[in-house]
């Protein structure tokens, strides 16, 4: 997947996470992140990266995403892995 691919992948994701309550209120919390932050980092890789590894914690979220989109679920994790940052995972 090309950055710019995840990218648009991302900003569909936080469009979405902004209209479910409950998990932007969650994001926000875990992130430190704030509502101006959400508009002002929209379109920094970076914060993308991080909206992505946090809507990926859960299937459940992934699955509503990607359903109100008409995505395949493995794309907010193939996005994920395209922006900055990835290649620094560390399973052990």
């Known amino acids: ?35 101006d932050d959400l508009r002002g980092r929209a379109t920094d890789p970076i914060f993308q990266a991080s909206l992505l590894e946090f809507l990926t914690m ?6 509503a995403f990607c359903d109100s989109i008409g995505l395949g679920y493995e794309d907010p994790l193939r996005a994920r892995y395209a922006l900055p940052g990835a290649e620094q995972v560390h399973w052990t």
């Open 1 to 35: 997947m090309s950055p710019e691919t995840a990218q648009t992948i991302a900003l569909q994701a936080l469009a979405w996470l902004v209209g479910q309550e409950d998990i932007c209120s969650a994001f926000l919390g875990a992130s430190g992140s704030s509502v």
């Open 58 to 63: 859960d299937d459940n979220w992934v699955m």
